[in-house]
């Protein structure tokens, strides 16, 4: 019993700051630890992150591991040496005062996974939550699995087809006594659906519909030997541009019998186009409740948004954007009303709410790698080393410059608390923990945090899941008391100038007579500058419909050309020198466009009068030169430029160009 007194108590059930630390008899503690360590390795002892009271977890780690020892020198007062008794109170207190208890530390875990592949679920409805991990099968592995943890045991473990992308836990029932939940994992072109830890359903993607002139090639294959003739077809479309189905990507990375061999195979199957999913999650149906039916929300690598209905997995919602999604950020329920924010690789981020495509959208700029919703807010975690925070309208807040590029970003909802902030995991192994932009919390990892999960585990409300590049696995307990200090890692904010008020200057008599003045003169001057404005607004359509109509406007529009013209005078005198730069806005291309040049001979002597454009191609920019010397001092002059319509008499747009004055002419040679 009094060795059992003297162990470090960490549990994912009950703590409380009692039950965290008993170093009351912390003076010989090195000596009971290798007794400590016999007892505990014995047997197949297994440690459990679940029972609730507070169970013992440093003492049923098996220490025959080197997990084990780990655990278990990490749950001991020490890793050996005596300390005083005033140096184990200070630490003492000071773990007392940490927000977080080290649960688990496991660098030898071997999960290689992402953020959207980690899960929290209560699967046997008894209020104990499970870790669920889909293992992308790096390393060793070998191939993609789904593994379950009860605490930290391993309790299942499946194999998946496929490289898995997400993994969801969601109800399919309202009216389900058990509260029995599946898990749902996206993995290439369909979600498999496990119930009871068991493969229940799997629910396939629609197919796309084949490029004609792709299936016509297939359709065309007489014989095996036209296999030669099938490539150069496949090989002439997407040097087109076209995207061509797996079934031809793969023809065309084949040769001689094994491109036989495989076309026989396939030779009288309908070509199809399948894609496959990159991203999703769930959206609750009709109440917002952790045991309520859930829809699941699956984006696709064909830019495609689909809303699944819990119970018959049919598509209750779809929408077509104008990239492949990467993350999503949802709200509401599907029954009243719901809001899906969508990051694409476009670097592009679309809402997709109450069934309708939003048609404003923000660009960030960069490559998205973590989207958050928290409140009525965006955090968006871009590849150049910054968070930007958006309004749900697409208004930009703040941007935060970090010390590293973003790895991974989740939402941390603690409900006890009522405490919500954004997860941030940096390539510098750090995590931290930001309310609004104000950065909290700081921890240190042994490693490159990859997959963030904050969620219940166990019995506890509040659980970190961390898993490292290198395949390692950390959980951390956020402490019931925990208080985080914001002053503590506060980036540097506006300077303390800021806050001192301005010394505003006493009002003049005359700002006084005037703002009398405008008091009691209101209506009078209300109505000038009503009147002076439309004025100015009919002078200017007036001066565009004359540009227009003499073709003196900078952009022209008819139905033979869209062209866009502008000139730049350089020089200071007596030679100029006329930039003139057009552009074809059409999607046809103009040939044997003449560009004409004319001024008064007395003033102006041109270089070229006549330019002779062969051909204008769409998007791009054309510059042409023109040399102009001033001959005379009587005065400015203008010279006009007229760009010519080959299929017709009147020039398609003109300008007239006010020349700078000159001090000096040129000499005749």
């Known amino acids: 019993m009094g060795r059992k007194h003297r162990q470090e108590r960490f549990a994912v059930g009950d703590v409380d700051d009692e039950d965290v630390v008993d170093r009351d008899a912390a003076a010989d503690h090195s000596g009971d630890l290798d007794d400590h360590h016999g007892d505990v390795g014995g047997g197949d002892s297994r440690a459990s992150l679940s029972d609730g009271g507070g169970d013992e977890l440093a003492s049923s780690f098996n220490t025959n591991t080197s997990a084990g020892r780990k655990l278990a020198a990490a749950a001991s007062f020490s890793s050996g040496g005596e300390r005083g008794g005033s140096s184990m109170a200070a630490e003492a207190k000071q773990q007392r005062r940490a927000p977080w208890l080290e649960a688990l530390y496991d660098p030898m875990a071997g999960l290689h996974t992402i953020s959207s592949n980690i899960a929290l679920g209560d699967l046997n409805g008894d209020g104990e939550h499970h870790l669920l991990v889909g293992d992308i099968g790096v390393g060793t592995a070998g191939s993609s699995t789904l593994k379950v943890f009860k605490g930290t045991n391993l309790i299942s473990k499946d194999v998946i087809l496929e490289t898995p992308s997400a993994v969801c836990v969601f109800y399919q029932a309202q009216m389900d006594d058990q509260r029995t939940p599946s898990i749902a994992v996206a993995a290439g072109s369909g979600i498999y659906v496990f119930r009871n830890l068991r493969p229940y359903y799997k629910f396939s993607l629609p197919a796309l519909a084949a490029n004609p002139a792709e299936a016509e090639a297939w359709e065309q294959l007489g014989s095996v030997g036209d296999v030669t003739a099938l490539v150069k077809q496949l090989v002439l479309l997407r040097e087109d541009g076209h995207v061509l189905a797996s079934r031809s990507q793969e023809l065309l990375t084949l040769t001689g019998a094994e491109a036989v061999s495989f076309v026989r195979g396939y030779k009288e199957v309908p070509l199809t186009q399948q ?25 696709t690598e064909a830019g495609s948004l689909f809303i699944l209905d819990p119970a018959s997995f049919d598509i209750v919602a779809k929408c077509q954007l104008p990239s492949a999604p990467t993350f999503l950020a949802v709200s509401g329920t599907y029954d009243e009303d719901y809001r899906v924010s969508v990051a694409c690789r476009d670097c592009s981020v679309y809402s997709f709410s109450n069934g309708k495509l939003s048609s404003t959208a923000v660009h960030v700029g960069h490559a998205v790698t973590g989207l958050v919703r928290l409140n009525k807010r965006l955090f968006v975690g871009t590849i150049d ?53 104000q950065p909290v919390e700081v921890l240190h990892v042994d490693g490159i945090v990859t997959a ?34 914001v002053g503590v890692h506060a980036v540097a ?12 200057p006493r009002k003049t008599k005359q700002y ?8 009691e003169n209101a209506v009078e001057m209300h109505r000038v500058f009503q009147r002076d404005l439309y004025m100015l607004r009919l002078r200017t359509a007036q001066a565009y419909s004359a540009s227009l109509s003499s073709t003196f406007a900078p952009v022209v529009a008819t139905a033979a050309a869209k062209l866009k013209f502008e000139v730049q005078v ?21 040939y044997d466009v003449p560009v004409t040049f004319g001024c008064d001979d007395t003033l102006y002597r041109l270089g070229s009068s006549v330019i002779k454009v062969a051909s204008l191609v769409p998007t791009l920019s054309y510059t042409y030169d023109v040399r ?3 001959v005379s001092a009587a005065g400015q002059g203008v010279v006009r430029v007229f760009v010519g319509d080959p299929r017709g008499v009147a020039p398609l747009i003109s300008a007239a160009i006010t020349m700078p004055p000159c001090e000096f002419v040129a000499e005749d040679a």
């Open 452 to 485: 963030l999960h904050f969620g219940k585990f166990g019995r506890e409300e509040g659980a970190l899941i961390m898993a490292t590049w290198q395949g390692g696995l950390a959980v951390k307990i956020l402490h019931r008391s925990f208080n985080f200090d």
């Open 570 to 590: 350089q020089g200071i005198g007596p030679v100029f020198k006329l930039q003139l730069m057009l552009h074809n806005l059409s999607d046809a291309i103009l």
């Open 275 to 299: 894609t496959v999913i990159t991203t999703m999650t769930t959206l609750h149906k009709n109440v917002v409740d952790e045991y309520a039916p859930s829809c699941l929300v699956v984006g």
């Open 385 to 437: 080393e910054c968070m930007h925070c958006y309004s749900l309208k697409g208004k930009k807040l703040f941007t935060t410059q970090l010390d590293a590029p973003i790895t991974t970003m989740k939402l941390m909802e603690y409900p006890p608390r009522n405490f919500k902030a954004v997860l941030v995991a940096l390539r510098n192994a750090e995590v931290r923990i930001f309310v609004d932009k």
């Open 493 to 504: 904010g506006p300077p303390p100038e800021q806050d001192i008020p301005l010394s505003i």
């Open 512 to 519: 006084v007579d005037q703002a009398f003045r405008e008091r």
């Open 628 to 630: 102009v010397e001033c």
